[in-house]
């Protein structure tokens, strides 16, 4: 009757985008007359973030400041076409999307700031507060503001831009599987603590250590919420989620939260994650798709974990009590 | 700092992040806003509960709909009697598969994946648990429960099968007949392959030969909010369909060819869900929902209950995954022999672009020079499985990293060093044939180890994905 | 059973509407009185994204037949931010990242204020056992828990100051 703790560890990558590409995304931005730029997309945002993101992307993009963008979304009549929200795709494909619509806009942005302040635009430079000014000489500048009003009732400018992102479609070889499936591939590190207890089975994840590249973190809180939030899910997995708890067989499926369990707030372990960056050429800003990825990890993590502890080797998900049980049993009776 | 945040470490790849961010940010600068903390935008409206979900959406005169299921996992219909159904006072409308103009589909035939397998409602067969029959709609919620309690259908049961194994057996029950065959046919071959170098030369010369076998069961997405939609007639004549589905674009596509109608007499709104993790990917009430608005002529909800979700709703797939591997003395893996069976359940829905993604994960994240799996996408009398965070990569990586401990126990040797070892690097050829390039599966196991407190010899701790130093 | 008047205080208002027998409270709430920020997740009492104060203690609405509760006074989220200064808990919400997809948010803040109506200064035990009954799908919980623990301090700074 005891308490056995032990550790285990695991490493995967993850693929960015919809597998075999062909999956597009676009975006379209356009400043209104008062300086604010509306970003039009039919992107979906699940809570990973995208609406945050594409914000991100656009201002860094056009060098504003981010309350001076709004994101519109998602509406099929007037957002342009998104494939959707699935595959670690969003951040990558939309972001890009929104990054070169962005460009376009800037590029405008900069030609009607150039004819309002009489010189070239090769000169100006925005100083990421709202100003369009010329390098080298803080006076002559002019607010985003003016020049949105301007561009329209002025030069007959509209500043807008269009983006679209699309990784061409690969088809796979039947014969050997060669195919071109993926955009970047980010990474994962578990080590995994947990205890099993030796008389109910019961197994509890005490402490992840993570450690993850993701290309670029675009917004490090977000992107801290997306894989502490995922590991969550992988803990959860690994210990208690099916709705087949039988399979093959059809019986005992559970039809509510009361017996489809999970982790609650006091079954969580402590995390501690760490981000590493290797910037993807293709990734906006370098960022590589993250949100799947943070499930993976903990679940082999946790099930070699408990034949660190244990001498159980968990051959069939969840790990469940019953199944850690049945498994010392086995082990008493070899 | 109240909320959580991961530190950057930035050392690792410390040229390539300033090589990256060089000329991207403001002029040249450094980044503005890009690598910022910056307030979610939607975080307002979730705190004060003027986050609009779809089911908000509550306009005038909104009917609703709910869903008489088969009760049985195999069987043919032989009679479905609505009469008592069609009593029930509030019960405006009752739907069949007569009612649909192409009640037969597939989802991913956008891309080209056919054959159409799956009824919108049944017509003279269920093949799962809960398969859909009729569409009871109705004025008030519960006349619609009561209307889809009181249809009575009668069967004849079949015999189901519910592994995968049993069901590629010569003899099995057919589960689809649309398919022919109890699995997906992938351009002739009757599994997604990956054959790379010459596996049965590597076990004939391995020091060791490992084999295990591993098992998953279903996984349900769980989101908080439930899979539905509300559709609203427009003055104009068009749909507006408020949905939580996670690809606003796809679900119209699909929901017009379904409703045989043009592409744009659909509007979808959406884009605000509360959680998806793939499981509103499929398009499961868009097209009945509209069929319902339509012929109500009134805006008509479609939102699944909690049990439904649970168990009709498509789950992660469960897998069955054997892996051999031909390893030598020092913990090289020279050959990876891999078969892994997708339980797809009753119908293809993602299963089969699922099934290639796991072909193409495989042999997991290492170097490995001999390489074959054959990937099976099965076809069983259960929910149809689909897509879920992960999909057709979380259980191929639980059966891969649980081998990977094993060889390392069986060898004696360090779990962390033997990844090290045979971990990926830039310019290696993967099994499917593309180059590697802007790997990090070796610096993220060193960061892991230091984090953990696991010692690495200075070797190790040397190694990277840019070379082969320690090799 | 014919339907009948109901009246409710909510959010300090007196409300008036028609219920049929047995409607719940969150239908009621949400169908009738157009306050949608509680959330259907689950109808069985399951989940915690229904969760309202009624007479300052949190009960899911979905399980709540709305005449069994005729005369009381609710209190749905609608009625936390007065004059559209968000309190304590929601700022911290906001400021600690405790919302992804949101859909749980209303409920988790519901049983927050009346964790912190009871107790100004709970241990992070009582903030786990307070929000015990309700799903969330997306954070892990511990942002949560920070964000509670956090709307805790910076109440009891406001009183103090
Ligand atoms: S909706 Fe009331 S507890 Fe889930
Ligand atoms: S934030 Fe999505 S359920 Fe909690």
Known sequence: ?334 | MTYRLAPIDTSTFAAERAAAAAGRGVDGGDFTVIGSVVQRSDARGHVTGRTEFFEDVLPPRLAHLKMHRSARHHARILDVDLTEALAVPGVLRILTHADIPNNLYTPLKLIGVGPDDEPILAVDKVRYLGEPICAVVAETEAAALEGAARIRVAYEDLPPVFDVEEALKEGAPLVNEYHGQNHFIYEGHHCRRIRFGDVAEAFARADHVFEWRYQSAPIEQAPAETTGCVVVPQADGRLRIHSDTQACFFTLDNTALILNTPFNKLRIVGGTVGGGFGGKVDVVVEPVACVAAMAADRPVRFVYDRAEEMQVSSPRAAERIYIKDAVMDDGRIIGRKATLYVDAGAYARHSPYGTTKAAAHLPGPYAIPNVWADCHCVFTNRTPSSAMRGFGVTIADFALESQMDRIARALDLDPLRLRLLNAYRDGDLKAHRKVAEGTALVEVIQKAAELAGHELPEAYRRMSSTTREGL | MPSQIVSLVVNGERREFIAAPGVTLLASLRESLGLTAAKRGCAQGACGTCTVLVDGRPEVACLVAVETVAGRSVRTLEGVAAGGELDEVQNAFVDCFATQCGFCTAGMIMVAEALLDRDPDPSEADVVEAISGNVCRCTGYRPIVIAILEAARRRRGAVSR
């Open chain 1, 1 to 334: 009757m005891a308490k056995l703790r032990g550790r285990g560890y695991a490493s995967v990558n993850y693929p960015t985008g919809m597998n075999l590409g062909g999956d597009p995304s676009q975006a379209l931005i356009h400043a209104t007359t008062t300086g604010t730029f509306v970003i039009s997309l039919s992107s979906v945002d699940l809570g990973q973030g995208i609406k945050t993101i594409a914000a991100q992307c656009a201002a860094e993009t056009l060098g504003l400041p981010i309350e001076n963008v709004l994101v519109d979304t998602a509406d099929t009549d007037t957002g342009p076409h998104c494939m959707g929200t699935f595959a670690s795709r969003g951040t990558h494909r939309v972001g890009n999307a929104v990054i070169m619509a962005a460009a376009e806009a800037r590029g405008v942005m900069l030609e009607v700031a150039a004819e309002e302040l009489e010189v070239d635009a090769a000169d100006l430079e925005t100083d990421g507060t709202g100003f369009i000014r010329l390098k080298g000489a803080q006076e002559k500048a002019i607010h985003i503001t003016d020049l949105a009003l301007a561009a329209h009732f002025k030069h007959g400018r509209t500043i807008s831009g269009r983006g679209i992102y699309l990784k061409e479609p690969s088809a796979p070889v039947p014969e050997t599987g060669e195919m071109d499936p993926d955009s970047c591939q980010a990474h994962a590190c578990t080590a995994a603590v947990v205890e099993v207890d030796d008389e109910t089975g019961v197994v509890e994840v005490l402490e992840l250590y993570n450690a993850y590249e993701i290309g670029r973190a675009l917004n490090p809180a977000m992107a801290t919420q997306q894989v502490e939030g995922g590991a969550w899910m992988g803990v959860s997995h690994a210990l208690f989620e099916t709705t087949e708890p039988y399979y093959p067989s059809r019986d005992h499926g559970p039809h509510d939260f009361a017996g489809y369990l999970m982790p609650g707030p006091a079954d969580i372990p402590v995390q501690h994650s760490l981000f590493l960056e290797r910037p993807a050429g293709n990734g906006p800003y370098g960022a590589k798709g993250i949100g799947e990825m943070t499930a993976n990890a903990p679940i082999p993590a946790i099930a070699n974990a408990i034949f660190d502890a244990c001498g159980v080797r968990l051959e069939s998900m969840p790990f469940t009590p019953e199944r850690v049980l049945r498994g010392l049993d086995a082990l008493r009776d070899t």
